[in-house]
């Protein structure tokens, strides 16, 4: 992947949250577009993530990137193009959480993270999600994709609720279902009538582009 | 008669000035940003001692005084019993004792062909029986789960196998406070009743506090078994990097912290509980986000901060040995085995848990539980140690024999053969043996005692009636929790085929 050596990538990958925040609002001062600072700053990230994929990083930088990635997009960007009214090309919605009676949301942040990066809208329903609330978010946002994880054996059969759920409530063919987390598999996921499972964020992002037949 | 295991502590990386820097960083933690609770139970309890709580926000901060005081009326010892008198064991100071396995397992290696599956109730009572049969394991947890039952009444199920097949110690999870009733009610049947139970504990509590630093409505199983009156132990994971500081001591400030709070719980609850010490560093591995179970730092931060503290606080501690990140039962899991299993010993720990436990966890082996049992074998005798006296000096024998003789015949050579370990399925047989016993590898071998034992082996059946109050304790509750829960009983894991993680 080329990438220009310029200050927003190497504060992303400094892992330097204060670095990352000082950049932004630099390149923002300097009359840069904001859209285009997004972009910059999901390149970085996606520029972690492969390396993570290639074993160079783990899965610490993974988070150590995301996370104040996400904060300068949330609080200096996203107020910015509200005011430019701009706003970045999404790949797709995405409602994300982890399910009900399991509180394991590191993996789910992760996901949701790449998923950004990616270039996805990420609509995060937290953590110990009932099954009706991934249902009831995907309606309201209109979303092209439901994502649950579980890190638990007792709470994985809330994924097949989700499932369930969705196709009683008329929206199977409206959204795609990924799953992920410790106990799931490839075959659970066929099992209870999911599209998809990633092992890790990396993969996720793969399967997720997959089924809406976006080019990587 | 009580069992005394083998005292050791010969291995001391930490000095009394270590543990009480983890103390008391422990205590600054617990003051100031205390713990997340949003069990309201648990935050009264706390509300009522007369600690910092926020309902609100679901915080409790614990002064340092309730914790020392509960930490003064923790008792040091503990007699855990079996339903057979003879399995009891005595927990305190560094007396060392391994048990099977742990919680349950999403996978059993299924003993016939080596596939992964899901495990069901039978291989529950299977493991339960082979946990029974093997000497050096002297409590019981779990390689297998009742993954066939709905999950809502799980550990009910896993409980009833449990006091079916085992005379030995029993200490396992049953998740929230009905659960915890329920069990406690089931194991007051088997010794006839509440009182006798109290006197005769024959199941000890486990249960994880949250990392970092959260109790969670499941917790408040640990209320029931100290009004109870029954041992509980509380195990906090915080791993190194993820839900502790990337620092083994870090971390096992995190974990002691947890613990802290859940004795001062317990003590709360009901003073003089008795309570097992598992302050616990768990290292991850970076690159898969897994708990690296056989990890070198994973040993040291499981067992040196467990017997540490534990002996600064005397109470009695639980540990890891004998698991491994292996998916088979191979050269990598005997190494990572002996390397945890033999910290944790020679650290002193009482309750040394997880034998037969691969992949962190994820798969149960009933093979690994026998190779670990012969390795549990070979490590209590080094903790044993070599005793020198004058009988071990032996020098009116060697006088005897002289230059040039042997010491076959010797009454002191037959008198003292013990000081010998004898393995029972590790290889010691010449080339020619090996070959004509048909090239076995350790762990067919394995496989063939795992059979072997579950062909002959049972523990003493239960009384019929007990075997039927049980079975309607479980029914019963299994009725009033597939209600409640959170899910429909139909989605239990027995819908699953027998599936493989993939590689």
């Not at chain 1, 990924?178 to 075959?187: L, Q, R, S, V």
Request: aromatic content about 6%; some cysteine.
């Amino acid at each position: 992947m080329f990438l220009p050596d310029d200050e927003i990538v190497n504060a992303v990958l400094s892992f330097d949250a204060d670095k990352v925040t000082e950049a932004t609002k630099k390149a923002l001062k300097e009359g840069q577009d904001p859209v285009k600072v997004v972009d910059q700053l999901t390149n970085a990230l996606r520029v972690v993530g492969k390396k993570f994929e290639e074993g160079e990083l783990f899965l610490m930088h993974l988070v150590a990137a995301a996370e104040p990635v996400q904060k300068v997009i949330k609080e200096i960007l996203e107020p910015e193009m509200l005011k430019n009214k701009t706003s970045r090309t999404s790949l797709g919605k995405v409602v994300l959480g982890t399910v009900a009676g399991d509180i394991h949301d590191i993996g789910k942040n992760i996901v949701g993270a790449m998923l950004f990066a990616a270039g996805f809208e990420v609509c995060d329903t937290g953590k110990d999600v009932p099954a009706e609330q991934f249902v009831s978010k995907a309606k309201e946002v209109n979303a092209n994709v439901v994502g649950a994880s579980a890190l638990l054996s007792t709470t994985l059969p809330i994924q097949r609720e989700i499932v369930e759920k969705i196709v009683a409530t008329g929206q199977r063919d409206k959204v795609k279902l990924i799953f992920g987390g410790a106990p799931a598999t490839d075959e659970w996921v066929k099992e209870i009538g999911g599209d998809g499972y990633g092992e890790n964020a990396i993969e996720a992002v793969n399967v997720t582009k997959k089924l809406l037949k976006i080019q990587s | 008669m009580v069992q005394r295991g083998p005292k050791s502590g010969h291995l001391r990386f930490l000095t009394n000035d270590h543990a009480r820097d983890i103390h008391v960083s422990s205590l600054e933690v617990l003051e100031s940003v205390g713990m997340h609770c949003p069990s309201a139970k648990i935050l009264e309890i706390f509300d009522r001692a007369g600690a910092a709580v926020d309902f609100k926000e679901r915080r409790v901060r614990i002064p340092q005084h309730l914790v020392e005081e509960s930490l003064k009326k923790a008792p040091k010892e503990i007699v855990f019993c079996g339903r057979n008198a003879k399995n009891d064991i005595l927990l305190e100071d560094s007396r060392v004792y391994f048990g099977m396995g742990g919680t349950p397992v999403p996978y059993i290696r299924d003993v016939e062909n080596g596939e992964m599956r899901r495990p069901t109730k039978e291989d529950m009572n299977q493991a339960t029986r082979l946990g029974d049969a093997l000497p050096n394991i002297k409590f019981i947890m779990t390689v297998a789960g009742a993954f066939d039952v709905p999950y809502e009444a799980e550990y009910l199920h896993e409980f009833e196998s449990l006091f079916n097949n085992t005379e030995k110690p029993i200490l396992y999870s049953c998740p929230g406070a009905y659960a915890a009733k329920k069990v406690l009610e089931m194991a007051a049947t088997v010794v006839g009743g509440m009182e006798e139970l109290k006197r005769k504990p024959i199941l000890a509590l486990y249960t994880e506090t949250v990392s970092p630093l959260s109790f969670s409505d499941v917790n408040e199983n640990m209320i029931e078994f100290a009004k109870a009156g029954i041992p509980v132990t509380n195990g906090p994971m915080p791993m190194c990097g993820a839900s502790g500081p990337m620092t083994l001591a870090g971390t096992a400030v995190v974990s002691n912290a947890e613990n802290l709070a859940a004795i001062t719980l317990c003590q709360l609850v009901n003073p003089h509980t008795p309570v097992v010490y598992t302050g616990w560093a768990c290292a991850i591995d970076p690159r898969t986000s897994r708990c690296a179970y056989g990890a070198p730092e994973f040993g040291m931060g499981t067992s040196i901060f467990n017997t540490t503290m534990g002996r600064y606080y005397d109470l009695p501690t639980y540990g890891f040995g004998g698991c491994s990140d292996s998916k088979l039962p191979d050269a990598q899991a005997g190494a990572e085995v002996m390397m945890n299993g033999m910290l944790a010993a020679l650290g002193g720990v009482n309750l040394i848990h997880d034998c037969g436990y691969l992949a962190g966890g994820s798969i149960g082996s009933m093979e690994m539980v026998v190779i670990c049992n012969e390795i549990a074998g070979m490590i209590l005798r080094i903790v044993k140690g070599v005793k020198v006296d004058e009988e071990t000096l032996a020098v009116d024998v060697i006088k005897n024999v002289g230059p040039g003789g042997h010491f076959m015949s010797q009454k002191h050579t037959l008198e003292h053969l013990k000081e010998l370990y004898l393995p029972v399925i590790f290889d010691k047989d010449s080339e020619e043996g090996w070959i004509k016993g048909g090239k076995k590898d350790v762990r067919d071998v394995a496989r063939l005692r795992v059979k072997e034992i579950l062909r002959e082996h049972s523990a003493e059946a239960l009384p019929r009636d007990i075997q039927e109050k049980l079975r309607q304790i479980v029914k019963e509750a299994e009725k009033e929790l597939v209600k409640t829960g959170s899910g429909s009983g139909q989605m239990s894991l027995h819908h699953l085929p027998p599936t493989r993680p993939k590689t």
